[in-house]
């Protein structure tokens, strides 16, 4: 089994940074990609980045330049810095673990007031 931990949210200005982070556990393939979504209400979840070993990172258009995904493999953990917030980057932000299936975790709100 897979668990993925989420921390780092919370409420920020516009223009601020946040870092979040996920601690994974159980059976962790550095082959495998890892990545961070994001939800709003009444909205289907989006990809915001992917790392993998394969082909690197990845991100939506929205956040590059700003956002930067970045994986410790030696503890399991996948980072999202994120700079220059803006308001329409609040949202619930899920990390995921794409195995044979994909595993999420409970989410942390990021809140960005303008």
């Known amino acids: 089994q897979v668990q993925l931990v989420e921390s780092g949210g919370g409420l920020v200005q516009a223009g601020g940074s946040l870092r979040l982070s996920c601690a994974a556990s159980?059976?962790?393939?550095?082959?495998?990609?890892m990545g961070w979504y994001r939800q709003t209400p009444g909205k289907q979840r989006e990809l915001v980045a992917v790392?993998?070993?394969?082909?690197?990172?990845d991100y939506t258009d929205s956040v590059k330049g700003r956002f930067t995904i970045s994986r410790d493999n030696a503890n399991n953990t996948l980072y999202l810095q994120m700079n220059s917030l803006k308001p329409e980057d609040t949202a619930v932000y899920y990390c995921?673990?794409?195995?044979?299936?994909?595993?999420w975790g409970q989410g942390t709100q990021v809140t960005v007031s303008s």
């Open positions: 995921n673990y794409r195995s044979w299936r994909n595993y």
């Open positions: 790392i993998s070993s394969d082909t690197g990172a």
């Open positions: 159980g059976r962790i393939l550095r082959s495998n990609a």
